[in-house]
């Protein structure tokens, strides 16, 4: 059956423990990248690394990693990306949009590869998806289908669900016209709410309880995934059915997350690194949308909504957290 797939500041140079080999190197050089996350590093970065492994990259032996975590704290972005380039990378390996978005206004001539961005065109990181330009290229983790089903799949846990709130950063385009579109497809009604490191977290969840949602669908942020505990345990105690875009969401207590895999698109960027390393000009590989999405499931949180979980998406599910 097929299964529908950031307060301190971190600035580290990655040790991750050497890796055998498994491959044999593809040149004696010694290359050095850069990684910049504007959350907390940690699994998508290891991820990368296991890929570039097994391309024949090995850290400590023909591998040099360089790595800024900026925690959420989107402001030390540009000082990181910095420190970054004076260590004069082959290539920046971003994680999450905005801190592409940091590297891309760094510099016009270091290769950026995207491990994963929400709306490249739309957020102006690249041309278009076929010939990106410049010096930014990588995954995308965007596509028009991604919205639709995600909220054919609330409705259908929440057969009464009447009226939903976008919250997030806003300015993602796609992410929230797909949505609107949506939500009008299925008779709900929507409302958007603005979360970004200016406007606040309590501010902005006063604004949420005033549009008096149903359901709350946060857009994948570096913002909100630092304050993701909050925002579930607000959804929590506000009776509120909260959906994740990107994976993580469901594990840490929402009802479910439907996202294209972050792991999948990863190992997609190391092979675009590999490429660049070897030659290959950023602007020349077109952004690859997502082939990989993943269902989550929380049962404890349904349970604790009163929801009743379907059968037929538990089967459906790739995981279910009891």
């Given at each position: ?9 971190l ?8 890796l055998?080999?498994d491959a ?24 990368l690394?296991?890929?570039?492994r ?36 082959e290539?920046i390996?971003?994680?999450?949009t ?8 760094a510099?016009?001539?270091t ?35 991604l919205?639709g ?53 309590d ?29 579930v ?28 895999s ?9 092979v675009?690194v ?42 459906q599910?790739?995981?279910v957290?009891?």
């Amino acid at each position: 059956m097929r299964r529908i797939g950031f307060a301190v500041v971190l600035s580290l140079s990655v040790s991750f423990a050497p890796l055998a080999p498994d491959a044999q190197a593809p040149a004696t050089q010694r290359h050095r990248i850069g990684f910049l996350n504007a959350a907390r590093p940690g699994g998508p970065e290891s991820v990368l690394l296991e890929a570039l492994r097994s391309l024949g990259y090995v850290e400590g032996a023909n591998l040099v990693i360089d790595a800024k975590a900026a925690h959420g704290i989107v402001e030390r972005l540009p000082a990181l990306t910095r420190e970054l380039l004076d260590a004069k990378p082959e290539v920046i390996v971003t994680f999450g949009t905005t801190a592409a978005q940091a590297a891309k206004a760094a510099t016009a001539t270091t290769p950026i590869v995207m491990a994963f961005a929400g709306d490249p065109v739309g957020t102006r990181l690249v041309s278009s998806l076929a010939r990106p330009g410049g010096n930014v290229t990588g995954m995308s983790l965007v596509t028009s289908e991604l919205a639709g089903k995600r909220l054919e799949l609330l409705k259908e846990i929440n057969p009464r669900l009447t009226r939903l709130t976008i919250f997030g950063d806003i300015s993602r385009e796609v992410e929230v016209h797909e949505t609107e579109k949506a939500a009008h497809v299925l008779g709900l009604t929507v409302a958007q709410v603005e979360l970004t490191q200016a406007v606040g977290l309590d501010k902005a969840l006063g604004e949420v309880t005033r549009t008096r949602p149903q359901a709350l669908l946060v857009i994948n942020t570096a913002v909100t995934v630092t304050h993701r505990a909050r925002i579930v345990d607000f959804a929590l105690k506000n009776h509120v059915s909260l959906v994740g875009t990107q994976s993580g969401w469901a594990e840490a207590g929402a009802l479910m997350d439907y996202a294209s895999s972050t792991t999948d698109s990863c190992r997609r960027a190391a092979v675009y690194v590999d490429k660049i390393l070897k030659g290959a000009t950023p602007g020349d590989l077109p952004i690859q949308q997502p082939t990989k999405f993943e269902l989550v499931i929380n049962r404890r949180t349904a349970n604790a909504l009163g929801l009743t979980i379907p059968q037929t998406l538990f089967l459906q599910a790739d995981k279910v957290i009891e």
